[in-house]
């Protein structure tokens, strides 16, 4: 296990620690959901003109589109279980940094291209199984969503997982900066597999699938799967690294500036 | 065919214009009211994240209106999800025509099918390779002929 001198992934700070909203009924879990992808469709898209070669640039930048097209449906969703009204726009653009519920993992800055990939491969290989079981799940609505988006997730983890399996298994400053990148990531994964055994899907039963999956590529990469130990954690009661703050006021600058702008 | 059923069968795929939205699986329903004139059309997307719809749902508006149905609502539905297996034998015939080479029968078990060999639409060769697994749309991966060169659009199976 390797240690980073430099930390680029910074803990989220510690505030003042309001009482976590531990139950998750239909609203909170669809809402976090919703949020993953909005987050993770934003730093993504940071990769748009600026990837490594053209043909990256393109993937990077529809599966960014992927994300956010499972955000608007998971967050126009959450505004109906809602019931107060608020539509996917008042939900991805009018509220606050301690009103996500996104997990600290798609937060996080994108660092170089190695930890894009470490931060997009576990991600994916924890959408990909959630996904398929929120299509067997009793809610019509996050069943059709889920049975929609998993396919596009397969599509994710199998991007990542090659970038992670020819950077690990390729040249020694790939592997090292590889390493690097799941090393640094790693803490960041415990979080997104907390029990709710109240949710539609408990996270807790899907850590089986992502370990596997995880396993298996790493070995193929020739990379050192971290212990665990540090486990960050906080996103999905509000708890944010400093990060989300500035991810959100790129994002929703235009929104606030001029509400309800059309074109 | 109703006059609602063939102009909203006929609306092209914004994105790929040689291919209709019923020949590409992405239209679903259209049901006409008989004693009011309303017309209801149910479409599904072919990626969560397709910007074309917008402008799919307003050219479908746009032709029942030019075919005498004014009074027309387009709903969205994600289930079942959208799969390449929809789209229509002329619908194929279609895409490989404009350079586009059709999509692979999605296995029904796997989420993602194994990779069969995909024939290059300018010169049928089978001596093809993957560029990227991503393509200029949602639905299209880059591909390349070894024996023209070429490279071509492939419209990946989901
Ligand atoms: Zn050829």
Redesign the interface.
Known sequence: MSARSEPVLRAPQSRTKTSPVSASGPFEFTLALGDDALVAAQRLAEWTSRAPEM??D??L???A??????A??LLTYAGELEGAGRDEDALAYLRDDREFRNCLLVELPNGDFAVTMAKLFFLAAYQ?PLY?ALAGCGD?QL???G?????????HL??AALWVRRLGDGTGESHRRMQAAVDGTWPYVHELFAADPAAPVDPATLRADFDATVTTVLAEATLTRPESGWAPAGGRDGVHTEHLSYLLAEMQVLHRAHPGARW | MSTARAAVAAVVDPEIRVITIDELGILRAVDEDPATGRVTVTIT?T?????AMDVIRADIRRALAAAGHPDAEVRT??????STDWISERGRAKLAEAGIAPPPPAASGG??PLTLAVRCPRCGSPETEQ??????T?CKA?WRCRDCAEPFDHL?A?
């Open positions: 043909e990256e393109v993937a930048s529809n599966i589109l992927d994300q956010l097209g499972a608007r449906l990909l398929t019509e069943a059709a969503i049975g929609k988006a998993r396919k596009e997730s397969a599509y199998d991007h | 997307p990626y969560t994240g397709c910007p539905v994600h289930a079942p999800a959208w989420v993602v560029i990227s697994r991503f393509g200029s949602a880059l990946k989901l």
